[in-house]
């Protein structure tokens, strides 16, 4: 796929697979097209069915049929990966920690997979946790390339409880690249709402706010072209429109269904339930809603918390949410929804009894979704933190760039595979993001699980993650021990921001392996 309007040095991916075997040399790993392994995985064109249209997107597909991928604790991940696309494609595989070579990074790990061969992957899993698998080649992933991965504790084999997953994303009739140009042109047809605030106010209740037309709230003469957004959090005629979303998608899918067809899951009155969301969307961050029902958050991006109850979660892309919940005795339905943020669009599933009437759901709620913030962040407290040291080394890395000029960064610096940061292996590493932006975004880690311990400088013990929301105007800092060598991606998972330059990577001294 040729994406002219994307440099090698915006974005990861775009690379050809014969550039990068040249490059890297053609790894043992690859095997023609019919790999036989554990389990065959196969990055395949599907027809999706939204809004009553047909269209043709990307899937992984197994086999035997079953959607994504169900591993065991302590159990080896062995699976061949096929590319039966005619263009080139890499899976990663989201919140595990494989030997870097098998990250599915492009330029860092692996070449991409050429049409027509397979990868043979093989590493252990050292973690169990709700995890997931998506493309990083191109804007491949907005094109619904992405699937859960689950990893069972077998320790929890003989809970009496229904497992439930779902996987979110949003959706584009347009190609992926259509869109990414506009917002590179300051095409307005891409931008989604915004809300002129102080950064102090973006936990604000945006329930009486009046639903956006789509073109965002500012009036053209709000533009704020280049401008850095102020810190002075005193004067809110000071502060730039803050914008929550770049896009206005066209449907928000919950397991590849929108809520005028949502999936009804069939459940037993009174049953336990274990839900496992994940937030595959490229660029849409989410409040899940339980609407009646209460719940118990169990763990973020598969690391264990103290639980937390409620019925409303923050959801950032490509993080996931582990929620234990009791239904009510009696026959009953019971959806469970993800609210855009500062909008009022919403998708989700249904939970029924066998005999309960199932209503339709609206895809438009009456009241806006309020913005993420870090309350929630904030009350997380990890079963398992990371052993009690003083860093080893920091990096302080600034978010930066602006939606109006879409060119996004980290120290006002695209990607340069070249310039990575560096790190030694057995020291513990701190990150300081300073996000200097008017958007949030959504900071992941590759190859490893950080902890959040502190937030504009104030120490706690927080969670353990790979991916964590840095909000306008607000600063995060994740620390994280140098265990597992190699050269690994460091980005906003905004997958538009990410393209437009907001990417670098973390490199180990000595490495020598791809991308070293």
Not at 132 to 158: F, N, T, Y
Not at 296 to 323: C, E, H, K, Y
Request: overall charge negative; glycine content about 10%; aromatic content about 6%.
């Amino acid at each position: 796929m040729n994406l002219p309007v994307l440099s090698r040095r915006h974005m990861l991916g775009l690379v050809s697979a014969s550039a990068a075997a040249g490059a890297f040399g053609l790894p043992s790993g690859y095997k023609s097209a019919r790999a036989a392994t554990a389990k065959a995985l196969s990055v395949s064109s599907r027809v999706l069915e939204v809004n009553g249209k047909a269209v043709r997107v990307y899937g992984l597909a197994r086999a035997d049929g079953v959607w994504g991928l169900y591993e065991e604790l302590g159990a080896r991940f062995q699976v061949s990966l096929t590319n039966e696309l005619d263009t080139e494609t890499l899976i990663h595989w989201h919140g595990l920690t494989p030997p870097s070579e098998q990250d599915g990074v492009p330029e860092l790990s692996q070449p991409a997979l050429p049409p027509g061969q397979a990868y043979a992957y093989d590493f252990l899993h050292e973690r169990a946790g709700t995890f997931w698998m998506h493309s990083h080649v191109g804007l491949q992933e907005q094109k619904q390339l992405a699937a859960p991965l689950i990893v069972r504790d077998p320790a929890e084999a003989g809970r009496d409880e229904q497992e439930v997953v779902i996987l979110l994303h949003d959706f584009a009739f347009r190609e992926p690249e259509e869109i990414f140009m506009e917002l590179r042109h300051g095409g307005r047809m891409a931008m989604g709402g915004g809300h002129e605030a102080p950064s102090g106010e973006h936990s604000m209740d945006m329930g009486n706010a009046e639903p956006s037309m789509g073109m965002g709230n500012a009036e053209p003469s709000m533009d704020m072209g280049n401008a850095e957004p102020s810190m002075d959090m005193g004067n809110a005629a000071q502060q730039p429109m803050v914008h929550f979303n770049d896009i206005d998608y066209d449907a928000y899918l919950a397991n590849d269904r929108t809520l005028a067809d949502p999936e009804v899951v069939r459940v037993e009155p009174g049953g336990r339930i274990r839900l496992r969301i994940i937030n595959a969307a490229a660029g849409t961050n989410f409040l899940l809603d339980l609407g009646t029902l209460q719940g118990d958050l169990i763990a973020v991006d598969g690391n264990p918390i103290v639980p937390i109850s409620g019925s409303q979660f923050d959801l950032a892309i490509a993080q996931r949410l582990d929620i234990r919940l009791a239904l009510p005795a009696g026959q009953g339905a019971y959806p469970l929804l993800a609210r855009r943020e500062a909008d009022t669009a919403q998708t989700g599933i249904v939970l029924a009894t066998k005999t309960a009437p199932v209503s339709r759901v609206s895809e438009r709620a009456h009241l806006k979704a309020r913005p993420l913030d870090l309350d929630l962040e904030a009350r997380l407290v990890p079963l398992v933190p990371l052993a009690v040291r003083p860093a080893d080394r920091t990096h302080v890395l600034s978010l930066t760039g602006s939606h109006n000029a879409y060119d996004w960064g980290i120290n006002e610096m695209g990607f340069n595979p070249d310039n990575p940061l560096f790190v030694a292996e057995g020291e513990r590493v701190e990150i300081v993001l300073p996000n200097k932006t008017a958007m949030p975004h959504p900071i992941h880690l590759h190859g490893h699980h950080f902890q959040v311990v502190a937030f504009d400088g104030k120490r706690f013990v927080g969670a353990v993650r790979d991916t964590v929301l840095v909000p306008p105007d607000r600063s995060v800092t994740i620390a994280f021990d140098a265990d597992n060598p190699g050269h690994w991606a460091f980005h906003c998972h905004q997958l538009y921001h990410m393209a437009a330059g907001m990417f670098t990577s973390i490199r180990y001294e000595g490495y020598e392996g791809p991308g070293g």
